[in-house]
Nanobody, 124 residues
Framework: QVQLVESGGGLVQAGGSLRLSCAAS????????MGWFRQAPGKEREFVAT????????NYADSVKGRFTISRDNAKNTVYLQMNSLKPEDTAVYYC?????????????????WGQGTQVTVSS
């Protein structure tokens, strides 16, 4: 049974930082592309970042480029999202997702497994 468990969310002031983690189990983590998405109240789920199986290639939404960094540790079956210079508009529930392909995608419909999400709230 595949499980993705996010952690690290919380309340932070604008300009602050948070590091999200997503621990995977029940799947060959090192073979899968991984992604982070977010969903704010009343909005559709949107792409944040993705990383290939090896971590050798990453891709970011324009809104987070230069502020967020996605990384992974295949030995720990964990993917991370380091978020710096946070803004109030980054407030959302953040989800990690796994894709049964070795590369990621910015399309949420191309992911096979999802975590339950972790809330990130950025105050102004």
């Amino acid at each position: 049974q595949v499980q993705l468990v996010e952690s690290g969310g919380g309340l932070v002031q604008a300009g602050g930082s948070l590091r999200l983690s997503c621990a995977a189990s029940g799947m060959p983590f090192s073979r899968y592309g991984m992604g982070w998405f977010r969903q704010a109240p009343g909005k559709e789920r949107e792409f944040v970042a993705t990383i290939t199986w090896s971590g050798g290639s990453t891709n970011y939404a324009d809104s987070v480029k230069g502020r967020f960094t996605i990384s992974r540790d295949n030995a720990k079956n964990t993917v991370y999202l380091q978020m710096n210079s946070l803004k109030p508009e980054d407030t959302a529930v953040y989800y990690c997702a796994a894709r049964t392909r070795s590369w990621g995608s910015n399309n949420p419909r191309e992911y096979d497994y999802w975590g339950q999400g972790t809330q990130v709230t950025v105050s102004s």
